[in-house]
């Protein structure tokens, strides 16, 4: 399976700042996904990102407040604007493994973001 | 809608003893795929296994195992003789093709103590 890394593994941030979150893949894989996962809670997802189009959000995620960008097909980052409290979060990036069939994701090691 | 239940919050075990986590799920589509995934303290979470809702033969890893039904929505998971590695959140999750989500359950904390 593909290797996924992330920056920064964690942070402590201000509320009101922004983070970027980077994550890179050792492959090239079409599709790559954001997931937030909130203190004791399960994993959802925030946006599918693709190469070359724009990042697709699910409901209750905007861009203003979560910025994608997925510049080539090894690459993407994710931004969390005027962080508040409530953003303290384990944020992960996955990539799809198309030639194993839909669905089958692959995680990166996930970064911690506590917000103070 | 999609929706996967994991009924069970935590579990606590005494190593070697069998411990069983329950997976429920809905859909309306005949075709999907079901997964569970581990992750343990450290965060990270690592695949387990995917099954597609075609192939409902039970399946065993080393001391893994799955038991698929489709007459009950159920896909549950077995560890056998745990061990105290074996101690993390386990997720059962469920995507359909085309969407390429996956919609994940609440999670079940195992314990396993020594």
């Known amino acids: 399976s593909a290797v996924i890394s992330q920056k920064p593994s964690r942070d402590i941030c201000q509320r009101g700042t922004s983070l970027t979150i980077q994550c890179q893949v050792d492959?090239?894989?079409?599709?790559m996904f954001w997931y937030r996962q909130q203190p004791g809670q399960s994993l959802t997802l925030i946006a599918t990102?693709?190469?070359?189009?724009?990042?697709?959000?699910e409901s209750g995620f905007v861009i203003d407040k979560f910025p994608i960008s997925r510049p080539n097909l090894t690459f993407s980052t994710l931004t969390v604007s005027n962080m508040s409290p409530e953003d303290s979060s384990i944020y992960l990036c996955?990539?799809?493994?198309?030639?194993?069939?839909?669905?089958?994701?692959?995680f990166g090691p996930g970064t911690r973001l506590t917000v103070t | 809608a999609q929706k996967v239940t994991q009924a069970q919050t935590e579990i606590s075990v005494v190593e070697k003893e069998d411990v069983t986590l329950d997976c429920v799920y809905e859909?309306?589509?005949?075709?999907?795929?079901l997964f569970w995934y581990k992750q343990p303290p450290s965060g990270e979470l690592v695949f387990l296994i995917r099954?597609?809702?075609?192939?409902?033969q039970n399946e065993i890893s080393g001391r893994y195992s799955w038991n698929f039904q489709k007459s009950t929505s159920s896909f549950n998971f077995t560890i056998t003789a745990s061990q105290v590695v074996d101690s993390a959140v386990y997720f059962c999750?469920?995507?359909?093709?085309?969407?390429?989500?996956?919609?994940f359950g609440a999670g079940t904390t195992v314990t396993v103590r020594a």
């Open positions: 859909t309306r589509d005949t075709t999907y795929y």
């Open positions: 492959s090239q894989v079409t599709m």
């Open positions: 999750a469920l995507s359909e093709p085309g969407d390429y989500k996956l919609s």
């Open positions: 099954r597609n809702s075609f192939d409902e």
């Open positions: 990102a693709n190469q070359g189009s724009e990042a697709t959000y």
């Open positions: 996955s990539v799809e493994e198309g030639d194993r069939g839909p669905g089958e994701q692959y």
